[in-house]
């Protein structure tokens, strides 16, 4: 049975991706001073990347954050190979990037993105080993 404590973690882990997000998009427009078609595409790269990223956080706690069942899986690589593919080519195949409205954003766009897109995954991984070693010490 899950502790109070799991459950509010749980919780707020649920909204650290759409909050890095929004986050982004701020960025993007406030910080980058970047026009709304290019901020959007920032965030929607940032929402991409944060649930691919995001499989990592399905490890066991207490398990080995670099060395477990989610990190040994091929498939998880395998798909996360393809979907960048497609991430990439809804940014820059001509046609398809008009469809979606998303706008090549730029070396600092792609940092913003992939930075924010981690946060997630570095909280909750910092959060399981905390746990893990609450755990441990009981």
Same mark, same amino acid.
């Given at each position: !049975? !899950?502790?109070? &404590? @799991? !459950?509010l973690l749980h919780l707020w882990h649920g909204y650290l991706i759409p909050l890095v997000e929004l986050a982004a998009l701020w960025l993007a427009i406030r910080w980058m001073g970047l026009p709304e078609e290019e901020a959007v595409t920032i965030s929607f790269l940032t929402l991409s990347l944060a649930r691919l990223w995001h499989v990592f956080n399905m490890r066991e706690v207490g398990s080995n954050l670099f060395n477990n069942e989610v990190t040994r899986n091929p498939f998880v690589w395998g798909a996360i190979g393809i979907c960048i593919v497609f991430i990439l080519g809804g940014v820059y195949i001509p046609g398809l990037s008009d469809i979606l409205t998303l706008h090549d954003p730029g070396f &600092? @766009?792609?940092l913003v993105a992939l930075g924010m897109s981690l946060s997630p995954v570095v909280v909750v991984q910092i959060t399981k080993t905390i746990r893990g070693r609450t755990n441990r010490n009981q």
């Open positions: !049975r !899950r502790s109070n &404590t @799991g !459950r &600092t @766009g792609w």
